[in-house]
Antibody, heavy 118, light 113 residues
Framework: EEQLVESGGGLVQPGRSLRLSCTASGFMFGDYAMSWFRQAPGKGLEWVGF??????????EFGASVKGRFTISRDDFESIAYLQMKNLKTEDTAVYYCARGRYYAQHWGQGTLVTVSS | DIVMTQSPDSLAVSLGERATINCKSSQSVLYSSNNKNYLAWYQQRSGQPPRLLISWASTRESGVPDRYTGSGSATDFSLTISRLQDEDVAVYYCQQYYSVPFTFGGGTKVEIK
């Protein structure tokens, strides 16, 4: 069974950094692009970005609100995708989800809450 | 950026009746070279992560009941739940993946009347 588990969320001050992890199991992780989404409390879904598979070049794309501050990387040996977040802002407060797929998100994790507050 | 507009914001439907959610994109998400609409539908129940229901505008995901139907092309799309059941109470989102940044509609909350 495909499973994705996010970790690394928590309370962080504005301007600081945080790294989220997404640990995958039950499928050939290296064959797939991996995406990150977020959902602010009580709000809708927002696409954060994705990383292509190594075969597809391993390159990344990001939404405008996080471009230049967030990076995505992957460790295909450990089946983990990372979301590195820098210079966090209060408006980055959200549940962050990782998902399998580049275009549409076929499988989702349960999410991890990131709260940016002083 | 492609703006996705869903309507209505919410709707209440009797059990066993039909619910229809609309999604309009600010530009076409139909890719002419393969004649595919780059549009997905998700369901999000309270306290749960989203669940993919439909991709390519009308391809039902494995395990999704056949009472869910996606239709439409280019800029106008719909998700129809043909016989509403208790477990269909959720917020539904459309998403375009035609061009980066991928964007979502604002969501439609479906409740039982």
């Amino acid at each position: 069974e495909e499973q994705l588990v996010e970790s690394g969320g928590g309370l962080v001050q504005p301007g600081r950094s945080l790294r989220l992890s997404c640990t995958a199991s039950g499928f050939m992780f290296g064959d797939y692009a991996m995406s990150w989404f977020r959902q602010a409390p009580g709000k809708g879904l927002e696409w954060v970005g994705f990383i292509r598979s190594k075969v597809q070049g391993g390159t990344t794309e990001f939404g405008a609100s996080v471009k230049g501050r967030f990076t995505i990387s992957r460790d295909d040996f450990e089946s983990i995708a990372y979301l590195q977040m820098k210079n966090l802002k209060t408006e980055d407060t959200a549940v962050y989800y990782c998902a399998r797929g580049r275009y549409y998100a076929q499988h989702w994790g349960q999410g991890t809450l990131v709260t940016v507050s002083s | 950026d492609i703006v996705m507009t869903q309507s209505p914001d919410s709707l209440a439907v009797s059990l066993g009746e039909r619910a229809t959610i609309n999604c309009k994109s600010s530009q076409s998400v139909l890719y002419s070279s393969n004649n595919k609409n780059y549009l997905a539908w998700y369901q999000q129940r309270s306290g749960q992560p989203p669940r993919l229901l439909i991709s390519w505008a009308s391809t039902r995901e494995s395990g999704v009941p056949d009472r869910y139907t996606g239709s439409g092309s280019a800029t106008d799309f719909s998700l129809t739940i043909s016989r509403l059941q208790d477990e269909d109470v959720a917020v539904y989102y459309c998403q375009q993946y035609y061009s980066v940044p991928f964007t979502f509609g604002g969501g439609t909350k479906v409740e039982i009347k």
